[in-house]
Nanobody, 110 residues
Framework: QVQLVESGGGLVQPGGSLRLSCAVS????????MGWYRQAPGKERELVAT???TYADSVKGRFTISRDNTKKTVYLQMNSLKPEDTGVYYC????????WGQGTQVTVSS
């Protein structure tokens, strides 16, 4: 049973930074290409970063994806946050293969 557990979200002011973590269990993590997805209020979930270091235009230059295979964890470093980055962030494979975790809420507001 694969579990994806996201954490690290919170309330941050515009221009601030957050680092999200995604702990992966129950799978051969090392062979999976992982990604981070975002679902903004009233919008569909979108892919914002992949393990192949591909980024959505809206986050390019501000977000960085990384992983630690020994800890089976994927990270998303988010800098220069903007209000439009607000949403629930999820990790999953790219393309999506596993059930979604609970996500972690990121709110960018002054």
């Amino acid at each position: 049973q694969v579990q994806l557990v996201e954490s690290g979200g919170g309330l941050v002011q515009p221009g601030g930074s957050l680092r999200l973590s995604c702990a992966v269990s129950g799978t051969s993590f090392i062979v999976r290409n992982m990604g981070w997805y975002r679902q903004a209020p009233g919008k569909e979930r979108e892919l914002v970063a992949t393990g192949r270091t591909t980024y959505a235009d809206s986050v390019k230059g501000r977000f960085t994806i990384s992983r630690d295979n020994t800890k089976k964890t994927v990270y998303l470093q988010m800098n220069s946050l903007k209000p439009e980055d607000t949403g629930v962030y999820y990790c999953n494979t790219d393309p999506v293969f596993y059930s979604w975790g609970q996500g972690t809420q990121v709110t960018v507001s002054s």
